[in-house]
T-cell receptor, first 109, second 113 residues
Framework: RKEVEQDPGPFNVPEGATVAFNCTYS??????FFWYRQDCRKEPKLLMS???SGNEDGRFTAQLNRASQYISLLIRDSKLSDSATYLC??????????FGPGTRLSVLP | SAVISQKPSRDICQRGTSLTIQCQVD?????MFWYRQQPGQSLTLIAT?????????ESGFVIDKFPISRPNLTFSTLTVSNMSPEDSSIYLC??????????FGPGTRLTVT
């Protein structure tokens, strides 16, 4: 089993749609969790950290379920500018940072 | 967040040669990392660049192939040694503070012929 797995995608959604991505991780001792977005031919940029209580930033909501070892990202009211690859990242002490393979999102007009 | 620059932004190199990539940050940072992103794939951590001591390498990466320097809290270099076409990749440095959030440089796109 891979350390961090994500929905394979791609997700093609119309503008205004709500879309959700899932990410699962194998190390139950993992401590910190993040979502990054990466535009084509650009570096990854931090979208949000994921906290145990869940957190929201505008149209974006992240959830963490430690018991089931998964993280989710919900995007509401999708914009064309949300088109990117979304990377799930897990940090574990001793294992360091592990990036998921990414889920590609295309928001269509 | 810190402003991070990398040099060169891209290069085309012949097999058997070495390339040194520089990463400069506009403020002092505790954590610096080097990643590789092969074509069509996600990021893989190469090593943690430790200031004043040897880098800490991840499984599958060795110092002889990827020597790293970190002379101070704002600068690091990664050398890709004795290159082969399999080393063609994007190399990214990142910095972080205590919360483990990372900020990435723009990357160096390396092609080995």
């Amino acid at each position: 089993r891979k350390e961090v797995e994500q929905d394979p995608g791609p997700f093609n959604v119309p503008e205004g749609a709500t879309v959700a991505f899932n990410c699962t991780y194998s190390n139950s001792a993992s401590q910190s969790f993040f979502w990054y977005r990466q535009d084509c031919r650009k570096e990854p940029k931090l979208l949000m950290s994921v906290y145990s209580s869940g957190n929201e930033d505008g149209r974006f909501t992240a959830q963490l379920n430690r018991a089931s070892q998964y993280i989710s990202l919900l995007i509401r009211d999708s914009k064309l500018s949300d088109s990117a690859t979304y990377l799930c990242v897990v940090y574990s002490y001793g294992q360091n940072f592990v990036f998921g393979p990414g889920t590609r999102l295309s928001v269509l007009p | 967040s810190a402003v991070i620059s990398q040099k060169p932004s891209r290069d085309i190199c012949q097999r058997g040669t070495s390339l040194t990539i520089q990463c400069q940050v506009d403020s002092q940072v505790t954590m610096m990392f080097w990643y590789r992103q092969q074509p069509g794939q996600s990021l893989t951590l190469i090593a943690t660049a430790n200031q004043g001591s040897e880098a800490t390498y991840e499984s599958g990466f060795v110092i002889d192939k990827f020597p790293i320097s970190r002379p101070n809290l704002t600068f690091s270099t990664l050398t890709v040694s004795n290159m082969s076409p399999e080393d063609s990749s994007i190399y990214l440095c990142s910095v972080g503070h205590g919360t483990y959030e990372q900020y990435f440089g723009p990357g160096t796109r390396l092609t080995v012929t």
